[in-house]
């Protein structure tokens, strides 16, 4: 199992974190390299696939959550983006590109946490935005 699906509960194919470089209080940094199979690429769009804007930020979130997880602040919780702010996209990613993504925790609590992110692509800002998320437990 890898370190990622270790720190989040997502799984292919929608599991946007490949590895995490760094985790610490201020900072999270983790990559994720886009295949060409990736299952959004069939439809965005034929002939010229692009990486959907609103899965660069699900990919900074689940780099944030991975993060804290790995940190242990937040127990055995689950982490549910609740809103996303201040959303740009400023580069295009496609198919075999690799973004490393740097998450700052702007707030950490028992019941939220609150991050800002961007994604690079070499020197290049990819995608930016703010988010905050909901902690909670499993639901039956």
Request: charged share 30%; with cysteine; proline share 4%.
């Amino acid at each position: 199992m890898r370190e990622t699906e270790k720190l989040l509960p997502h799984r292919d194919p929608f599991l946007f974190v490949d590895r995490i470089e760094k985790a610490d209080r201020e900072e999270i940094i983790g990559y994720k390299r886009f295949k060409e199979d990736e299952f959004f690429f069939k439809g965005h769009f034929p002939g010229y696939p692009v990486v959907p804007g609103v899965i660069m930020i699900e990919s900074m979130a689940q780099c944030g959550g991975a993060g804290v997880n790995k940190l242990g602040i937040l127990g055995d919780s689950l982490i549910f983006l609740a809103t996303v702010e201040k959303a740009k996209f400023r580069k295009q990613v496609r198919p075999g590109d690799e973004i490393r993504m740097v998450i700052r925790n702007k707030r950490i609590s028992k019941s939220m946490l609150r991050q800002s992110g961007k994604a690079y692509l070499g020197d290049d800002v990819a995608a930016e935005a703010e988010w905050l998320c909901l902690v909670g437990r499993e639901s039956s």
